[in-house]
């Protein structure tokens, strides 16, 4: 039984808004993100942005899904081999470091979710790779959202991408509805078949997070029931977008003067 929500006109306004706020959170903190710098320092700088400044709220904060301890943090910040979901703390970065950092902020009810990859200093070849690709990935599925496409073709043209670079595709986290739900149906998987699973109808919000190893596909969940690493010590990268499905095809909810602009390959397509 499936029910993925059509949202209103009204529903699409909030999530414009929460979009954009959990971008310009990313926007903000984009400068202190160097070395020297605690993971946890940056959760603080991050909560206070929008508590004090946006009037938002970070959703990750006591977060507690189903056979899980509440998230205690107000951001996740997932360095080098952590797939998702790391804890922010008294890690402190160091140069050639890669941290994705992903926010989830709520205005007015509505989520706002959204991560991108930063670099400590110069990264390797290798870092520098494996965040391109991954945010390329994204923007593949990105541009396969359109009504009458299937949630399928998003997570093919994912797969196809990273395991032709000779990366691995994460299985057991995905993208999923959004709304006045953090984590609502559909999910929406990084793997898959083109022209499977649902089809997309004008009004679906939903993320699209690949998250991208470096190695193998396989995961570790960390004794503190939260972080997540490759299992064989591979680096991981991932990027997030929240997006609608329009009339005509797409609208990326979580844009922001600072969000970087689509791929080279995006805009190949497109013309
Ligand atoms: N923001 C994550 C996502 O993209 C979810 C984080 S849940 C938390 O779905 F509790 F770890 F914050
Ligand atoms: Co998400
Ligand atoms: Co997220």
Same mark, same amino acid.
Not at 180 to 204: C, D, N, S, V, W
Not at 244 to 249: E, S, Y
């Given at each position: 039984m499936s029910s993925i929500t059509i949202k209103t006109d009204d529903d699409i306004k909030g999530m414009r808004i929460a979009g954009r706020l959990g971008s310009e959170v990313l926007d903000y903190i984009t400068p202190f993100v160097t070395a020297g710098i605690t993971t946890g320092e940056l959760d603080r700088l991050c909560h206070e942005y929008m508590i004090n400044i946006q009037g938002t709220i970070p959703a !990750?904060?006591?977060?507690?899904? !189903? /056979?899980?301890?509440?998230? #205690?943090?107000?951001?996740?910040?997932?360095?080098?081999?952590?797939?998702?979901?790391?804890?922010?703390?008294? =890690?402190?970065? =160091?140069?050639?470091?890669?941290?994705?950092?992903?926010?989830t902020v709520i205005k007015d009810g509505y989520?706002?979710?959204?991560?991108?990859?930063?670099?400590?200093?110069?990264?390797?070849? %290798?870092?520098r790779r494996l965040s391109t690709i991954t945010f390329e990935c994204m923007w593949l599925g990105i541009s396969k959202v359109r009504p009458g496409g299937y949630l399928g073709d998003i997570g093919h043209v994912i797969q196809q991408y990273a395991e032709k670079a000779g990366y691995s595709v994460v299985r057991e986290f995905c993208g999923h509805g959004? /709304? =006045?739900?953090?984590?609502?149906?559909? &999910?929406? $998987?990084?793997? /898959?078949? &083109?022209?499977?699973?649902?089809? %997309? =109808? #004008?009004? %679906?919000i939903f993320t699209i997070e690949p998250m991208i190893n470096a190695g193998r596909k396989e995961i570790r969940e960390m004794p503190d029931g939260w972080t997540i690493k490759t299992r064989d010590r591979s680096l991981s990268a991932q990027w997030e977008h929240t997006v $609608?499905?329009?009339?005509? /095809?797409y609208e990326v909810l979580t844009m922001s003067a600072g969000a970087p602009p689509p791929p080279e390959l995006i805009k190949a397509n497109a013309a």
């Open positions: !990750p904060l006591n977060y507690c899904p !189903p /056979g899980y301890t509440p998230f #205690p943090k107000a951001i996740c910040t997932s360095v080098n081999d952590v797939v998702c979901h790391g804890i922010p703390g008294d =890690k402190m970065l =160091k140069n050639g470091d890669v941290v994705n950092l992903d926010i989520h706002g979710d959204t991560s991108r990859m930063f670099f400590i200093g110069e990264p390797s070849i %290798m870092a959004i /709304g =006045k739900i953090f984590h609502e149906e559909p &999910q929406i $998987l990084h793997y /898959g078949r &083109q022209g499977t699973l649902a089809e %997309m =109808k #004008p009004g %679906m $609608l499905v329009t009339d005509t /095809g």
